[in-house]
């Protein structure tokens, strides 16, 4: 079975660094399309990254130069760290697979990153 | 690519046809997708490149368009069609997200 387990979300103070991870099951990160997708309390979806089979990676402009996205293919995991956190990346940052080009087929329960003083 | 869609919220009946629309700045050709967001759970793909239903979703729900117009339809809406509803567009990176249309019960 196709899964995919966030974790790593906690409290930070603006301007702090976090980490979160993405733990995949039932297949392989290091031949599948992963992105982050974030949504904040009560607002919509918002994609934030992506990382394509071959390891090109594409950032929003809202996190471009602050997040970077890498997968482990040894641990088969999918990280995103974020530096010099805001308040306004307060969110539910979900994992999901892509078939490349295609829609987000498998979604995790997200990890929450509350960035307050 | 900027995507909208409309309405943002609508309230219908138990059994009335819906249709929610979504529009990209540009031609995304055929790689637009919809999702279902029920509350408190992640979203779930519901139909992939414009109307390729995916496994296991009713077949209430369909989808059309191409180029820069799209449709989601739900046929004859059901109790647990309850959701927040979002196009996506994965033609180009950055991938793009409409901004959603709440589904209501009347």
């Known amino acids: 079975e196709v899964q995919v387990v966030e974790s790593g979300g906690g409290l930070v103070q603006p301007g702090g660094s976090l980490r979160v991870s993405c733990a995949a099951s039932g297949f392989s990160v290091s031949t599948s399309q992963m992105n982050w997708v974030r949504q904040a309390p009560g607002k919509g979806l918002e994609w934030v990254s992506l990382?394509?089979?071959?390891?090109?990676?594409y950032y929003a402009d809202s996190v471009k130069g602050r997040f970077t996205i890498s997968r482990h293919n040894s641990m088969n995991t999918l990280d995103l760290q974020m530096n010099n956190l805001r308040v306004e990346d307060t969110a539910l940052y979900y994992c999901a697979r892509q078939r490349p080009g295609y829609g987000l087929n498998s979604w995790g329960q997200g990890t929450l990153v509350t960035v307050s003083s | 690519i900027q995507m909208t869609q409309s309405p943002s919220s609508l309230s219908a009946s138990i059994g009335d046809r819906v249709t929610i629309t979504c529009r990209a700045s540009q031609s995304v050709t055929k790689y637009l997708n919809w999702y279902q967001q029920k509350p408190g759970q992640p979203p779930k793909l519901l139909i992939e490149a414009a109307s390729s239903l995916q496994s296991g979703v009713p077949s209430r729900f369909s989808g059309s368009g191409s180029g820069t117009d799209f449709s989601l339809t739900i046929s004859s809406l059901q109790p647990e069609d309850l959701a927040t509803y979002y196009c996506?567009?994965?033609?180009?990176?950055?991938?793009?997200f409409g901004p959603g249309t709440k589904v209501d019960i009347k």
């Open positions: 996506q567009q994965s033609y180009s990176s950055p991938l793009t």
């Open positions: 990382i394509y089979i071959d390891g090109t990676t």
